[in-house]
């Protein structure tokens, strides 16, 4: 029976993924239980898990989250990419925890973990497509999983899980120019949908062109890219079940300027050779630096030294490294983006100015990478001399290479103690030129003594990726708990406010200046904001905001407790603040403000005594009481002598519907912003219900598309010819 894989590669290809399986753990160890001791910071912990938390939530609770009415009074979570809620991966996290009685924190980390050894087993599986030998894939592989980038972005999940399936694209490129078929590019087509799903639409993007870009460079050149981005073209079928909902949102978000930045200066190329060139120890007080850890390490840092060898002496095969070469230099010139040429460029193309970030092309570069360094210890290790040295030879590099590692792990503990700038030039140097005398004993080796050098090789590369990529400022707190493993309530908060919050949780909740949580840890309580922190802002949202007051930053805003219209327009009746924080000092002396309870925890509530209700007669007259409160149904049960306007103050947006005792109402625009409807006078039930607009339409065409990528998985398994030849795809994409 053929199958998709080379036959020779399934059983190392499982051996290969329990191995990596163990790696991985052993990487992330401090991070997981029983050494449990650190955990991730930044983004994963502020801005994914309280979503992910959510979604959670819901799918326990047997509704699939469509809506989110905890910040910006409300915003589409089936709209909201980066909520990865059609990521297959997301699903089977979500499965794993259904157990717990709060989604952990700790599950979303090795959500993370997961990706980097996916990562690496992708690229293993690419490289060795390629007919490269195992070491080298090994090595090249751990470039682009293990290396800076991925590990420094972990905090950025969206991009982290996005570049994991770049390898399956760059694989599919290969394997559809070595047989001169396009069918092999289905795998194109599946990491392009994968890495658009797992909710960040800039990874895609460069994704695409990276892909684009390297078929450019492949052999068949302009057919090989034109079947190429027919692929990338199903992979947007395939996930049109984001791709609708998505459009819709970003039609109503408000949109600036993200493209920027780049290199202040060429030295910063640094970063990618030395691992410590800037301030990565985590216990350091000098300022945090401003550019990315992108260490490459070690195998790279040989691989590239000799590739320029080979390329500068015409040896054999230096032609194999313009391909990836090329790419890469496409991907600098983008991330470093000299004298912003880039960002002129891009000027005159909106969406992508206003979606991507110069440092996503870091991206491209890591894969690059791998294939160079696979490529050239592929071709150094290959060159064996006809001279063989004695097993004896291996003890000097060996020593050398045992004696950096421990010095790397002395010096590891507690974020590390690494020298900086040139003191981690000469300790990267000492430890290169140790790896570089192992590589060279280990061609002049055979039998059990090459086995036991190559272990070794692979274990300081790893111990030099662990020490200098984990545990680091740029992703470690050194706090052995995440946000979830707090008790039930609301972290620094006495448990009779948190309940009163709860109590009146179809009120808004405001968020005091520097007193109060992050406005999407709101997510996490079930409690809602008309604050916010999310790319998805809608634009009129916004301009009605800015009514009232500025914005801080540009997606965030605080309510003034002196300006009781505002409150009462966005339904506020809670403020979250700290002892004299902000709006403290004023709440505390005005009779129109008390404290929630006693004055024994870190947040202080207050409420305000002459709240509004988000919901009610326009005339205020009238009765109007919740009958149920579910993100997406609002029931209510109003009388009214006159009837008139009911006013709902929830966004207005496509796919919301209405009923007055049953029949369908229609909804009208209220203050600019919210809902209203028209109901005649007594006594009426009114229900307000929220159902993705085109959901059932992007469903239906991922679903076709999925049959059709098995249809074509399955021709391609038919035509299947033998195994690649070592060296770079020849041939072009012909049907």
Same mark, same amino acid.
């Given at each position: 029976m053929k199958r998709v894989f080379p036959r020779a590669s399934i059983r190392e290809g499982v051996a290969v993924a329990a191995l990596a399986l163990a790696a991985t753990g052993a990487f992330f160890y401090e991070y997981l239980p029983p050494a449990r001791r650190v955990h991730l910071f930044s983004d994963i912990e502020g801005f994914h898990y309280p979503l992910a938390a959510y979604a959670f939530n819901s799918l326990e609770q047997g509704r699939v989250p469509q809506w989110d009415p905890s910040i910006y009074c409300g915003i589409t979570f089936a709209g909201n990419i980066q909520a990865a809620l059609f990521y297959p991966p997301s699903w089977l996290m979500y499965a794993a925890s259904w157990r717990c009685a709060r989604f952990p924190f700790l599950a979303l980390e090795i959500f993370a973990f997961a990706h980097v050894w996916l990562a690496f087993l992708l690229?293993?599986?690419?490289?060795?497509?390629?007919?490269?030998?195992?070491?080298?894939?090994?090595?090249?592989?751990?470039?682009f999983a293990f290396g800076g980038y991925m590990v420094g972005q972990i905090v950025h999940l969206g991009a982290e899980t996005g570049l994991a399936w770049m390898p399956l694209g760059l694989w599919g490129v290969d394997e559809a120019v070595r047989r001169r078929d396009w069918r092999p590019l289905w795998r194109t087509a599946l990491a392009s949908a994968m890495s658009f799903l797992a909710g960040y639409p800039d990874t895609w993007i460069v994704f695409c062109a990276t892909v684009t870009v390297y078929a450019l460079m492949s052999p068949g050149r302009l057919r090989t890219a034109a079947a190429v981005s027919g692929a990338i073209a199903g992979s947007i079928l395939l996930a049109m079940v984001q791709w609708l909902p998505a459009l819709t949102a970003r039609a109503h978000m408000f949109q600036e300027e993200r493209y920027g930045g780049g290199l202040d200066r060429w030295s910063d190329l640094l970063i990618f050779l030395v691992p410590n060139w800037y301030d990565f120890n985590r216990q350091s007080t000098a300022p945090i630096p401003s550019v990315l850890y992108l260490y490459l390490g070690l195998p790279a840092i040989f691989a590239l030294g000799w590739a320029a060898v080979a390329c500068l002496c015409r040896r054999g095969g230096a032609g194999g490294y313009a391909q990836p070469v090329a790419t890469a230099l496409f991907c600098l010139l983008f991330a470093a983006n000299p004298g912003f040429l880039m960002y002129r460029l891009l000027a005159h193309f909106p969406v992508m100015e206003k979606t991507l970030q110069s440092y996503n092309f870091y991206e491209g570069i890591a894969a690059m990478a791998a294939l160079v360094t696979a490529l050239a210890m592929n071709d150094y290790l290959s060159r064996a001399p006809s001279r063989k040295l004695g097993p004896w030879a291996v003890a000097v590099p060996a020593a050398a290479l045992v004696a950096c590692c421990a010095r790397e792990i002395r010096d590891f503990p507690h974020g590390g103690k690494f020298a900086v700038g040139i003191g981690s030039l000469i300790e990267t140097a000492a430890m290169a030129l140790a790896f570089a005398l192992a590589l060279w004993v280990l061609r002049r080796q055979s039998g059990a003594a090459r086995a036991g050098l190559a272990a070794l090789l692979v274990l300081s590369a790893g111990v030099d990726y662990k020490t200098r990529g984990t545990g680091r400022r740029f992703n470690t707190v050194d706090v052995g708990k995440g946000p979830s493993d707090q008790p039930g309530g609301i972290e620094g908060m006495n448990s009779a406010a948190s309940r009163a919050l709860w109590q009146n949780r179809h009120f808004r909740v405001a968020l005091d200046d520097g007193?109060?949580?992050?406005?999407?840890?709101?997510?996490?309580?079930?409690?809602?904001?008309?604050?916010?922190?999310?790319?998805?802002?809608?634009?009129?949202?916004?301009?009605?905001?800015? @009514?009232?007051?500025?914005?801080?930053?540009?997606? *965030?805003?605080?309510?003034? #407790?002196?300006? !009781?219209? +505002?409150? @009462?327009?966005?339904?506020?009746?809670?403020?979250? *603040?700290?002892?004299?924080? #902000?709006?403290? !000092?004023? +709440?505390a002396r005005s009779p129109d403000y008390r404290m929630v309870a006693v004055d024994d925890s870190f947040y202080r509530v207050y409420e305000y005594l002459r709240a509004q209700a988000p919901f009610g007669w326009e005339d205020g007259k009238g009765e109007a009481r919740p009958a149920a409160w579910l993100p997406e149904r609002r029931e209510f049960r109003v009388r009214s002598e006159r009837g008139g306007r009911f006013c709902f103050a929830e966004r207005f947006y496509p796919g919301w519907r209405a009923t007055v005792d049953g029949r369908a109402a229609p909804i009208e625009r209220w203050n600019g912003v919210f809902q209203s409807i028209q109901a005649g006078p007594g006594e009426h039930t009114i229900v307000f219900r929220y159902r993705e607009k085109w959901l059932p339409s992007g469903g239906a065409v991922s679903l076709a598309a999925l049959a059709a990528l098995a249809l074509v998985v399955k021709a391609e398994r038919r035509r299947r010819p033998g195994p690649a030849a070592p060296g770079a795809p020849t041939g072009e994409v012909t049907a």
């Amino acid at each position: 029976m053929k199958r998709v894989f080379p036959r020779a590669s399934i059983r190392e290809g499982v051996a290969v993924a329990a191995l990596a399986l163990a790696a991985t753990g052993a990487f992330f160890y401090e991070y997981l239980p029983p050494a449990r001791r650190v955990h991730l910071f930044s983004d994963i912990e502020g801005f994914h898990y309280p979503l992910a938390a959510y979604a959670f939530n819901s799918l326990e609770q047997g509704r699939v989250p469509q809506w989110d009415p905890s910040i910006y009074c409300g915003i589409t979570f089936a709209g909201n990419i980066q909520a990865a809620l059609f990521y297959p991966p997301s699903w089977l996290m979500y499965a794993a925890s259904w157990r717990c009685a709060r989604f952990p924190f700790l599950a979303l980390e090795i959500f993370a973990f997961a990706h980097v050894w996916l990562a690496f087993l992708l690229c293993y599986g690419w490289l060795r497509s390629r007919g490269l030998d195992k070491l080298p894939s090994t090595f090249g592989a751990g470039v682009f999983a293990f290396g800076g980038y991925m590990v420094g972005q972990i905090v950025h999940l969206g991009a982290e899980t996005g570049l994991a399936w770049m390898p399956l694209g760059l694989w599919g490129v290969d394997e559809a120019v070595r047989r001169r078929d396009w069918r092999p590019l289905w795998r194109t087509a599946l990491a392009s949908a994968m890495s658009f799903l797992a909710g960040y639409p800039d990874t895609w993007i460069v994704f695409c062109a990276t892909v684009t870009v390297y078929a450019l460079m492949s052999p068949g050149r302009l057919r090989t890219a034109a079947a190429v981005s027919g692929a990338i073209a199903g992979s947007i079928l395939l996930a049109m079940v984001q791709w609708l909902p998505a459009l819709t949102a970003r039609a109503h978000m408000f949109q600036e300027e993200r493209y920027g930045g780049g290199l202040d200066r060429w030295s910063d190329l640094l970063i990618f050779l030395v691992p410590n060139w800037y301030d990565f120890n985590r216990q350091s007080t000098a300022p945090i630096p401003s550019v990315l850890y992108l260490y490459l390490g070690l195998p790279a840092i040989f691989a590239l030294g000799w590739a320029a060898v080979a390329c500068l002496c015409r040896r054999g095969g230096a032609g194999g490294y313009a391909q990836p070469v090329a790419t890469a230099l496409f991907c600098l010139l983008f991330a470093a983006n000299p004298g912003f040429l880039m960002y002129r460029l891009l000027a005159h193309f909106p969406v992508m100015e206003k979606t991507l970030q110069s440092y996503n092309f870091y991206e491209g570069i890591a894969a690059m990478a791998a294939l160079v360094t696979a490529l050239a210890m592929n071709d150094y290790l290959s060159r064996a001399p006809s001279r063989k040295l004695g097993p004896w030879a291996v003890a000097v590099p060996a020593a050398a290479l045992v004696a950096c590692c421990a010095r790397e792990i002395r010096d590891f503990p507690h974020g590390g103690k690494f020298a900086v700038g040139i003191g981690s030039l000469i300790e990267t140097a000492a430890m290169a030129l140790a790896f570089a005398l192992a590589l060279w004993v280990l061609r002049r080796q055979s039998g059990a003594a090459r086995a036991g050098l190559a272990a070794l090789l692979v274990l300081s590369a790893g111990v030099d990726y662990k020490t200098r990529g984990t545990g680091r400022r740029f992703n470690t707190v050194d706090v052995g708990k995440g946000p979830s493993d707090q008790p039930g309530g609301i972290e620094g908060m006495n448990s009779a406010a948190s309940r009163a919050l709860w109590q009146n949780r179809h009120f808004r909740v405001a968020l005091d200046d520097g007193g109060g949580p992050y406005s999407t840890d709101l997510r996490r309580w079930g409690l809602a904001t008309p604050q916010g922190f999310d790319p998805l802002l809608p634009l009129d949202y916004r301009r009605a905001v800015e @009514r009232w007051t500025t914005f801080a930053t540009n997606r *965030t805003w605080f309510p003034d #407790a002196k300006k !009781p219209e +505002m409150l @009462r327009y966005f339904g506020i009746r809670y403020f979250i *603040t700290h002892e004299g924080v #902000a709006n403290d !000092p004023f +709440m505390a002396r005005s009779p129109d403000y008390r404290m929630v309870a006693v004055d024994d925890s870190f947040y202080r509530v207050y409420e305000y005594l002459r709240a509004q209700a988000p919901f009610g007669w326009e005339d205020g007259k009238g009765e109007a009481r919740p009958a149920a409160w579910l993100p997406e149904r609002r029931e209510f049960r109003v009388r009214s002598e006159r009837g008139g306007r009911f006013c709902f103050a929830e966004r207005f947006y496509p796919g919301w519907r209405a009923t007055v005792d049953g029949r369908a109402a229609p909804i009208e625009r209220w203050n600019g912003v919210f809902q209203s409807i028209q109901a005649g006078p007594g006594e009426h039930t009114i229900v307000f219900r929220y159902r993705e607009k085109w959901l059932p339409s992007g469903g239906a065409v991922s679903l076709a598309a999925l049959a059709a990528l098995a249809l074509v998985v399955k021709a391609e398994r038919r035509r299947r010819p033998g195994p690649a030849a070592p060296g770079a795809p020849t041939g072009e994409v012909t049907a």
